[in-house]
């Protein structure tokens, strides 16, 4: 085997433009684009996927044969639609060429001295009997890797996980993840310490725990040694201070073990750091400890306005900026509610963007929701009352999809659950755990007792944790037969109201073709791969990633809050965080294109209209003397100047164009709140929520 490893560096030359290597750890190749025109890059592909590229080859040769002669448009055409593995799908859409003289190598390296040689930058033998060869030899070399001999980060294949941090002893390790995550700023982890006194040998100090990790850090006023921190013959922390202030000499633990006492272990140390920096994960072996980095994504970057541009062919009628909107509030929060008129498009609008980023069917589920839902079993599945040993699933998928989502391997994949009609019963007793979860990180309870299964035979842990890559989207109508949304559902999502004006219902009437939802799949005759499934790896990425707005939104958010507090309609912590995380997503989509609809985008305006329309009105109900006192509170925050509100907008609403207005700051917010403003008065009472 080990000639096979060395036989494979015969087809590279000095003079190769696009270089391929087995990788030193083996298990995969490493291969590289020409470099020409910008810096070489290398990427990184397992066997396994070389091995389902030549077998989804093999099993479509009749379409490939007849591309022996390297076009770029074709083998991208024909990677995108026929490579079933994830990566390799991708890879064949940003790196076609590249991938497409590897692939012909490995032919070559299968078959000699049986072929003729060709140059494998511009041909690829594709008879059958090449092709199997090359499947049975990588076969065989993929077999000789044990799979404990390869670590799971290598495992990620193309995700480039990069090794920054490797130690033999856990106390080194745990020093060094803090040194790299505050060793510039160790201030900004002692600012959200608690500290308590304790002593050591007689010597007094102050003992600070950081989140789950009690005594992580010593603080004294005087300089320590390596025995005065020692006792019991262990020591307790180390001699070098990782911070000193004036006479504050601050040393960090050694008191890591493997029993999670104190908090200080490494799965603590894992669970933590992978959590809240989601683009580091940890590894531990019998005799290391490493910490890795996410890399560039090999894939396209995400664009809401492809997509965009796939929902005009497919003939919904969105426009831009409400697409914008959705995007935005999904990566903002992974629960997202679409409210509005009956058959604007909210389901669809829904639908559309899963096909769209999807590889396949296994990703979403679209669940109608039951008048009949009184608690978590229509999305969680109970353990079997009849056999202690099983579990039954709920008929939703719900569940199943939880725990494919959290799979290995379907990591930097997202998934959607679409519960549609979600108020037609009461969302507090369904959806509880799933509301709790999303803050909390914990996990929910399956049943307790003994090990059960599901009646296919797999077992089924007795809690489930909420997937990083799960988004929820709930969508709502308001009628007799529905349930309104408490204030705790409303501030744990983003709720887009979906309108149709008269240009939309116009630019409908007019169109001649019929609804396609096949317009997002690669193929539109095989219901498989979105055409932006190459793009959702950063679409994750977006939603995973820490967010800080360019715009200053302190201002505007304290101005809101103190005129809402004093109507008693104040917003927490969570609402401020969250509106910034919006607006820093808005301004993150729109960085290289700053128009929606050939109309110029004003950022601070528009962007801080929609963190207000979505995050703060949602909450605000209640009886006419209620509203009658808070939304002209709130509506001339909107405005420029706000003389005379009432009479120059609430009672004139109907017959004035809010959007030619230039004394209308936030034009989609100050809408809303004139529409809630004439419910009140004519009805009594008035919601976001509009029938």
């Known amino acids: 085997m080990n000639n096979s490893l060395l036989d494979f560096s015969k087809f590279e030359t000095p003079t190769s433009k696009f270089n391929a290597v087995l990788g030193t750890r083996g298990g995969y190749i490493n291969f590289s684009n020409s470099g020409k025109g910008i810096d070489k890059k290398h990427f990184t592909l397992g066997l396994d996927s070389f091995l389902m590229i030549l077998k989804d080859i093999y099993a479509n040769i009749t379409l490939f044969s007849g591309h022996e002669s390297y076009v770029e448009k074709e083998w991208r055409d024909l990677g995108s639609t026929y490579y079933s593995d994830g990566p390799s799908n991708a890879m064949s859409t940003v790196q076609t060429k590249p991938l497409f003289s590897t692939l012909s190598k490995i032919i070559l390296w299968a078959n000699l001295p049986s072929i003729q ?19 049975l030899k990588l076969s065989e ?23 920054i941090l490797e130690e033999n002893t856990i106390r080194d390790f745990a020093l060094n993840v803090f040194m790299h995550f505050f060793g510039e700023n160790w201030l900004e982890l002692l600012n959200q310490t608690t500290s308590k006194p304790s002593n050591i040998n007689s010597n007094t100090f102050l003992s600070r725990d950081f989140n789950i990790f009690v005594r992580l850090i010593a603080e004294f006023s005087t300089s320590q040694t390596k025995e005065s921190l020692t006792s019991s013959n262990t020591q307790r922390y180390f001699e070098t201070p990782i911070l000193q202030i004036d006479n504050r000499y601050f040393y960090f633990t050694t008191q890591w073990n493997g029993t999670g006492e104190y908090g200080l272990s490494y799965n603590s140390l894992k669970s933590f750091f992978e959590s809240t920096y989601p683009n580091y994960k940890f590894e531990k072996t019998y005799d290391n400890y490493r910490m890795y980095r996410l890399g560039e994504i090999q894939g396209k970057r995400f664009d809401y306005k492809s997509f965009h541009q796939i929902t005009q062919k497919a003939n919904l009628f969105f426009s831009e900026k409400l697409t914008a909107r959705f995007v935005a509030s999904l990566c903002t929060k992974p629960f ?27 990703q979403y589920k679209i669940v109608p929701v039951g008048a009949d839902w009184t608690n978590r079993e229509p999305l969680l599945g109970f353990p079997n009352g009849l056999d202690e040993l099983k579990y039954v699933f709920p008929d939703s998928g719900a569940l199943q999809l939880m725990i494919n989502a959290l799979k290995p391997e379907n990591e930097n994949k997202p998934h959607f659950l679409i519960l549609d009609e979600m108020n037609l019963s009461h969302v507090e007793r369904y959806f509880a755990d799933f509301l709790s979860i999303m803050e909390s990180k914990d996990e929910i309870k399956l049943y307790s007792g003994a090990d059960r299964k599901c009646p296919e035979g797999h077992a089924i842990d007795k809690e489930v944790s909420w997937p990083k890559n799960l988004f929820i989207i709930g969508t709502v109508n308001i ?13 744990r999502a983003n709720v887009i109201e979906f309108r149709v004006s008269e240009t939309d219902m116009e630019a409908y009437l007019k169109s001649s073709g019929e609804l396609n939802m096949n317009k997002f799949f690669v193929d539109e005759d095989k219901e498989k791969a ?36 004093k109507a008693g309609a104040e917003f927490g912590y969570r609402s401020a965080s969250e509106i910034n995380r919006l607006v820093a997503i808005l301004e993150a989509l729109t960085e290289t294109d700053k128009k929606w609809d050939e109309v110029d985008i004003d950022e ?26 808070v939304l002209p509170v709130i509506g001339g925050l909107c405005l420029e100047k706000d003389e005379k509100i009432k009479e120059n907008y609430f009672e004139k ?12 700051k936030y034009k989609l ?23």
């Not at 932006?532 to 809050?561: H, Q, Y």
């Not at 528009?606 to 009105?617: T, V």
């Not at 609403?653 to 209308?664: E, H, T």
Request: charged fraction near 25%; glycine fraction near 4%.
């Open 117 to 135: 040689p060709l140059d494998p930058e511009q041909k690829i033998d594709l008879t059958p009997t090449s092709i199997q060869n090359a499947i």
């Open 141 to 163: 070399l993929a077999e000789s890797y044990t799979p404990n001999s390869i670590s799971e980060a290598t495992k990620l294949e193309i995700r480039n996980w990069e090794l």
């Open 336 to 362: 997202v509610i679409c409210t509005g008129l009956s058959g604007s498009g909210k389901t669809k609008l829904a639908q559309s963007f899963v096909q769209w980023i999807c590889e396949s069917k296994e």
């Open 479 to 491: 009628d007799e037969t529905t349930y309104m949304f408490s204030p705790k559902v409303l501030d």
């Open 530 to 565: 979105g055409i932006g499934s190459n793009m959702a790896a950063d679409f994750l990425e977006k939603a995973k990633r820490k967010a800080t707005p360019e715009i200053k939104t302190e201002a505007i958010l304290v101005e809101f809050f103190n005129k809402l507090e």
């Open 604 to 629: 601070k305006k528009d962007f801080i209209d929609i963190a207000i329309m979505q995050k703060l009105l949602p909450k605000l109900h209640g009886s006419r003397n209620k509203m009658t006192k």
């Open 653 to 664: 609403f109907d017959s004035i164009a809010l959007g030619k207005d230039d004394n209308v």
């Open 669 to 691: 917010s100050f809408a809303k709140i004139c529409r809630m403003y004439k419910s009140a008065v004519e009805n009594g009472y008035a919601s976001y929520a509009e029938a």
